[in-house]
């Protein structure tokens, strides 16, 4: 079984983490769930690493927080999408914290639908790379 490594980061403070990052990370598990059917017919399988950063790391770089990766590529790479920020709350205190934008949207929480997309071309693409030239060949 070929692996898809997610990798989900965020703040976490005496415990606690900010709405923004709670809502992801239910989105992330409704998306898990999504690609564990999708993706297990095809050989794949996708693992999450829930990764913390401490208050320290996240002051030197709001932007760090609420970050996902996908194959060890950015899920925005996979999007063609824009990051930016916007203020934020609780744990957060008044740092302006990542956001996500796809087309005319832009998201404090990262919904499935994204996470699911950007998993999707990443496990063709890891499936192309196995298949190797001769996969992509008409002859």
Same mark, same amino acid.
């Given at each position: 079984m070929t692996i898809l490594n997610i990798r989900w980061q965020r703040l976490v403070k005496e415990g606690q983490t900010c709405d923004r990052c709670g809502?992801?990370?239910?989105?992330? =598990?409704?998306? %898990?769930?999504?690609? +564990? =059917? =999708?993706? &297990?017919?095809?050989?794949?399988?996708?693992?999450?690493?829930? &990764? +913390?950063?401490? +208050?320290?790391?996240?002051?030197?770089?709001?932007?760090?927080?609420?970050?996902?990766?996908?194959?060890?590529? !950015?899920? +925005?790479?996979? %999007?063609d999408a824009g990051v930016g920020s916007s203020q934020c709350c609780a744990a957060c205190g008044d740092a302006d914290c990542r956001t996500v934008t796809v087309g005319d949207a832009t998201f404090e929480t990262i919904p499935a639908e994204l996470i699911v997309r950007a998993a999707l071309r990443a496990a063709a693409r890891i499936r192309d790379r196995?298949?190797? !030239?001769?996969?992509? /060949? /008409?002859g």
């Open positions: 809502g992801t990370h239910r989105e992330l =598990q409704k998306a %898990l769930a999504t690609l +564990e =059917q =999708q993706l &297990r017919p095809l050989g794949v399988e996708p693992r999450v690493d829930l &990764r +913390e950063i401490d +208050e320290a790391a996240f002051k030197a770089d709001p932007a760090s927080s609420n970050r996902i990766w996908i194959a060890g590529v !950015p899920l +925005e790479k996979w %999007l196995a298949a190797g !030239p001769a996969a992509s /060949c /008409c």
